[in-house]
């Protein structure tokens, strides 16, 4: 029994929670676990998860968005485009050109930049929560912020707050 034990461990397997060397040259990120979160840190995520908790499964209702198979060749088309573009940080303008460039290689229309976000939307559920801002970005208008008129924030050398008005 001695050799299957010493087998495992010179092959790099192992049982134990000390491995994370064997992982990490495996190419597996080892878990890192963080320290307590400060008091106000954690009541922060209380406050903007409130009661939201993550399903154990992911939701399968049909009926939440169409079926990618229901889709145009022109939607197809441009939903791959919106994705490359936006893995590799594009330009509006870079986006133009390369849909100019799939419309007349493809022969079939790209969506423009703002139909194609507005249809990812729609497939994926996600829709963009807008949240006023400080002009000087200072502050965003949520939390505790949201009924103020101007913003509080003061900067470390200044003795006045910054005072700029929330747009409203």
């Known amino acids: ?11 790099g397997t192992s049982n134990s929670s000390s491995g994370s060397d064997s992982e990490t040259e495996q190419g597996l990120t080892p ?16 406050e903007l998860l409130g009661d939201y908790t ?9 009926n939440l968005a169409p079926k990618i198979n229901d889709l145009s060749l022109s939607e197809k088309a441009s939903l791959e485009h919106y994705v490359a573009w936006k893995k590799s940080n594009g330009t509006v303008k870079g986006y ?5 460039v799939l419309q007349s290689n493809l022969d079939t229309e790209i969506l423009s930049l703002h139909q194609v976000k507005k249809l990812s939307q729609r497939l994926t559920g996600f829709y963009p929560k807008k949240v006023d801002m400080c002009p000087k970005s200072c ?9 103020l008129d101007k913003c509080p924030y003061t900067f470390s050398q200044a003795k006045e ?5 929330h747009y409203k």
């Open 96 to 100: 133009k050109y390369h849909a100019t």
């Open 31 to 46: 878990i890192v676990v963080h320290p307590t979160l400060p008091k106000q840190l954690e009541d922060l995520c209380a």
């Open 54 to 62: 993550v399903p154990p499964v992911p939701p399968t209702d049909s």
């Open 161 to 165: 707050p910054c005072g700029m008005a």
């Open 139 to 147: 502050i965003a208008y949520t939390g505790e912020y949201k009924d």
């Open 1 to 11: 029994m001695g050799d299957a034990e010493d087998s495992d461990t010179s092959s």
